[in-house]
């Protein structure tokens, strides 16, 4: 049985910093691309980062890019998203997802249903 568990979300000011980690278990972790998702309340769930299952490629949503860094640790079954500089508009339930091996074409990284399992969430507040 897959399971995706987030954790380390909170409330944050802005300007401030969280790293939200997802651990994985009943998968081979390490031939996974593991993905961050992100949900407003009264929006569509949307794409944050994505990381290849060996770590070594990474991709970002516009918004993201330079304040958010994605990594995993296959020894640990985890991977992390580091989130800086944070704004109000990062404030959302954030999940993890879990794609049975290699990245999809650059343009369908944010396509939920390229993604096979999912996590629970985890609640990021950033006040202003």
């Known amino acids: 049985q897959v399971q995706l568990v987030e954790s380390g979300g909170g409330l944050v000011q802005a300007g401030g910093s969280l790293r939200l980690s997802c651990a994985a278990s009943?998968?081979?972790?390490?031939?996974?691309?593991m993905g961050w998702f992100r949900q407003a309340p009264g929006k569509e769930r949307e794409f944050v980062a994505v990381v290849s299952f060996s770590g070594g490629r990474t991709y970002y949503q516009d918004s993201v890019k330079g304040r958010f860094t994605v990594s995993r640790d296959n020894a640990k079954n985890t991977v992390y998203l580091q989130m800086n500089s944070l704004k109000p508009e990062d404030t959302a339930v954030y999940y993890c997802?879990?794609?049975?091996?290699?990245?999809?074409?650059?343009?369908?990284?944010?396509?939920?249903?390229?993604?096979?399992?999912w996590g629970q969430g985890t609640q990021v507040t950033v006040s202003s």
């Open positions: 009943g998968l081979t972790f390490s031939t996974y691309a």
């Open positions: 997802a879990a794609r049975r091996g290699a990245l999809p074409p650059l343009q369908a990284v944010g396509l939920r249903i390229k993604y096979d399992y």
